[in-house]
């Protein structure tokens, strides 16, 4: 569930006679045990509490006719959302095998699952690791020819050779 006007905080349970607060949005992961009544008694019981979205996933894709479907609350009822769009999330809901993607209207960026942001955090640490890498060869280079030329000056010097004068 998603309820935008309440502190965030780990609960056991949400209770909106304490909280103040209807969610705005509800997903509800149906299966066969429960297909009935997230179809029948919770859609009515969430279309009765104000809920203004409702969304049924089948992460099996066995017992919806559509494997996502998404309710809207319009005038104290709620129609079907064709296009898959929470309007109280500015997302788009796309299936995914057993997820749910979920896409930004403003620019259509797909939002990371809990894995893939991981990966992606540990891409970036690499590319951070590897500049830090370059920038200390690239360092390490310079100081070698640094040395090599103050070498080279040293040897030059040895031959009665003043450096400047070439």
């Known amino acids: 569930m998603v309820i935008l006007q309440v502190p965030p905080g780990g609960r056991d349970s949400y209770k909106i006679w ?10 509800e992961m149906t299966s066969a045990q429960t297909q009935r ?3 029948e008694y919770k859609k ?3 279309q009765a509490l104000g809920v203004q ?23 104290e009822n709620y129609v079907l959302i064709p296009d898959h769009i929470s ?12 997820l749910i993607h979920f896409y930004r209207l403003d620019n259509g960026e797909k939002l990371l699952t809990p ?5 992606a955090k540990e891409q970036e640490r690499l590319a ?39």
């Open 115 to 119: 894995d893939e942001l991981l990966v």
């Open 87 to 98: 309007q109280v999330l500015g997302l788009r809901l796309e299936p995914a095998g057993q």
């Open 53 to 75: 979205e409702y969304w049924l996933f089948d992460p099996k894709g066995e017992w919806l006719k559509q494997q996502l479907l998404g309710y809207r609350l319009v005038e």
């Open 44 to 46: 009515d019981l969430y």
């Open 18 to 27: 304490e909280e103040g607060q209807v969610p705005q949005v509800i997903f």
């Open 128 to 166: 951070k690791e590897q500049e830090r890498l370059a920038k200390e060869q690239e360092r390490l280079a310079k100081e070698q020819e640094r040395q090599m030329r103050l070498d080279l000056i040293n040897r030059l010097r040895e031959r009665g050779i003043d450096p400047d004068s070439l």
């Open 37 to 39: 009544q997230d179809q």
